[in-house]
């Protein structure tokens, strides 16, 4: 059911403290942690903690939690000193979403093309 932690969800466990990751920042509805396969010196991973597929499903169900990690993303910049950043959600394995939990790539600390990839 959306909203509640999937046992089989990365994110879900990352949120639970079962699986390890390096939080930037953490409020009481999302957390923020460095990517694993980082595609630029700055890419943090915001999330809200209450599972939701993807940022569709979060902001038609739940739409101030989808501006707190809207919100988060802007922090996650301003304290990594990303003053040009991008933030992109992928929806769809189409589009390269490959962890079915919603979640904000923050990407800066490089020249970032247009059109991206």
Not at 3 to 31: N, W, Y
Not at 74 to 81: D, H, I, R, S, T
Request: aromatic residues 6%.
């Amino acid at each position: 059911m959306a909203g509640e932690a999937q046992s089989d969800c990365l994110f879900c466990k990352i949120v639970a403290g079962e699986v390890p990751a390096t939080v930037v920042r953490e409020t009481e509805t999302t957390v923020a942690f460095r990517d694993i396969n980082p595609q630029a010196p700055t890419h943090v991973l915001v999330i809200p903690k209450a599972h939701y597929r993807d940022a569709a499903s979060l902001a038609a169900a739940e739409p101030t939690i989808a501006a707190d990690v809207l919100r988060e993303a802007g922090e996650v910049a301003a304290q990594e000193a990303a003053d040009s950043y991008r933030i992109v959600f992928n929806t769809g394995s189409g589009a390269g979403q490959t962890v079915w939990h919603a979640h904000a790539h923050v990407l800066g600390g490089r020249g970032l093309q247009w059109p991206p990839g």
